[in-house]
Every structure is written in C-alpha cells, then in structure tokens.
Nanobody, 126 residues
Framework: VQLQASGGGLVQPGDSLRLSCAASGPTFSRYSMAWSRQAPGKEREFVAAISGSGSITNYAESVKGRFTISRDNAKNMLYLQMNSLKPEDTAVYYC????????????????????WGQGTQVTVSS
C-alpha cells in the first residue's frame, strides 16, 4: 500500500485542521492505520490509531479529546481531525499502515507499522 498525506499548514493556537492520507492499493480495509508525528529535535511519536473496520480507535494522552482519527474505506482515505491546536502540536505528521491484526505488535508501536507516507507539516503559532 502506498500512502500520501496532505492537509498540513500554518494555524493559530486554538484553530482546527484536518489531515488526510490517501491510500493506493487493494483492500484498504485490511490495514490498521495510524498517525504519528515528529517535532524538531524529538523522536517520532504515536498520535492515534484505528482498526481496519474503523470500530477501534486509540490516542496518545497528549491529544485525547482534541484529535479524532477516522477512515473511509470506500474512498481509501484516512483522516485526522485536530481541534484546539497548541504550539506543542507543531510537527511533521505521518500516516502509517500495517497489514495484520490491530493489536499485533502494539497499536501504538511505530515499529509495527510497515508502510509510511511522506509527512505533512503542521505549524501552530501566533
């Protein structure tokens, strides 16, 4: 599966932004998906994950209640709705996929995701 992330930009604190990730290849629904991010000088970190059917989602504590991960399997699309953005959310955001059970290797373990898209920059600044 090939992944293409988009939707990043420069926003002010408190604003909202929706990231998209387009997937190419058959049977998108077989892949568990995730968003991760990497801020300057920091390691890449888990943000959110969603099961193949979309029925299970999990979030990092730092974004819980503000971000929502979703997917449209009919359109081969993954989304990340980000609300109440903070300067500390500034990072390059990546979408990722893994072919296998959602909990295999840990839904929040970036090492368990074999397929990655290019990143999209999100900058939150006044």
């Amino acid at each position: 599966v090939q992944l293409q992330a988009s939707g990043g930009g420069l926003v002010q604190p408190g604003d909202s932004l929706r990231l998209s990730c387009a997937a190419s290849g058959p049977t998108f629904s077989r892949y568990s998906m995730a968003w991760s991010r990497q801020a300057p000088g920091k390691e890449r970190e888990f943000v959110a994950a969603i099961s193949g059917s979309g029925s299970i989602t999990n979030y990092a504590e730092s974004v819980k209640g503000r971000f929502t991960i979703s997917r449209d399997n009919a359109k081969n699309m993954l989304y990340l709705q980000m609300n109440s953005l903070k300067p500390e959310d500034t990072a390059v955001y990546y979408c990722a996929a893994k072919d296998g059970p959602y909990y295999s290797g840990g839904y929040n373990s970036l090492l368990s995701y074999a397929y990655w898209g290019q990143g999209t920059q999100v900058t939150v600044s006044s």
